[in-house]
């Protein structure tokens, strides 16, 4: 009986080495996967080439020196929405970037330049934006082929993006762009600094009030109908009344 006791006990003992050469294995196992891991982010997989493709606004040096990703960055550490932020602050005319790793050392930085979509006037001077809405530049002289918007109020910084005092205001004037531009009429000027009285000016010839937003779409296609049938002539159009049951717009030519 002792001895099967004795067998018992060593079987046991045997049994917790085992357990604890386990669980010794599985602990070095987890501090070497961290420590493989903190030096790929660290030490290992450094930047050494940068490459730059895709704007014709800027040069290659401009870009990768807006970047501040220098050789000392390592390679799983940049982040592209980082270096898209950083890069647009000094150089605004880029509307995005792309980043791809290729491994073991470099970046490729794929740029495309944002274009002159929109613009507000603050004070005398008039701010430009793109069509993601970030502020291009100022300028003293009204721009060409591009529109105006007005609103209660709009700010923004260059490189970032214009910020409305009214959200309700910016969702008008993106669906009004998205609408008018479904329909393939040219816009002049949005004007939504009275929700309830909304007016645009189109195609260099017409100044149209919608007036409240109800019906946005449907107003947006009668106007198209509207322009096809008054030919060549300018005027006001109003739309203001338009609704499912009383589907009519007016006209007043403008006199020469």
């Not at 509307?95 to 491994?103: E, H």
């Not at 073991?104 to 005398?124: H, M, N, Q, R, W």
């Not at 919608?210 to 739309?239: C, F, Q, T, V, W």
Request: net charge positive.
């Amino acid at each position: 009986m002792a001895s099967d006791v004795n067998r018992r006990r060593a079987a046991r003992q045997r049994a917790a080495r085992r357990r604890r050469l386990k669980t010794g294995f599985i602990f070095f196992l987890i501090i070497a996967l961290i420590t493989l891991a903190i030096m790929c982010f660290t030490v290992f997989f450094p930047i050494k080439r940068i490459n730059v493709s895709g704007s014709e606004i800027y040069s290659k040096s401009q870009i990768i020196k807006a970047s501040k990703l220098t050789t000392e960055d390592n390679l799983f550490v940049v982040s592209e929405d980082e270096i898209e932020e950083k890069i647009r602050k000094t150089l605004p005319y880029v509307d995005s970037v792309k980043l791809k790793r290729v491994f073991p050392d470099a970046v490729i930085l794929t740029v495309t330049d944002a274009k002159e979509y929109a613009y507000y006037v603050s004070g005398d001077k008039c701010v430009i934006l793109s069509e993601n809405n970030y502020v291009l530049k100022e300028q003293s002289e009204m721009p060409e082929n591009v529109f105006e918007v007005i609103t209660s109020g709009i700010s923004g910084k260059m490189g970032e993006k214009a910020k409305y005092k009214n959200a309700a205001e910016e969702e008008l004037v993106n669906n009004i762009k998205t609408l008018l531009l479904k329909e393939n009429i040219n816009i002049d000027k949005i004007n939504v600094s009275n929700i309830l009285q909304i007016e645009i000016f189109v195609d260099n010839r017409f100044s149209v009030i919608l007036g409240n937003s109800d019906y946005l779409p449907e107003k947006i296609a009668h106007l198209s109908s509207m322009i096809e049938s008054i030919g060549d002539r300018k005027g006001s159009i109003n739309l203001s009344m338009w609704s499912p049951t009383h589907s009519q717009g007016s006209f007043k030519e403008q006199s020469n």
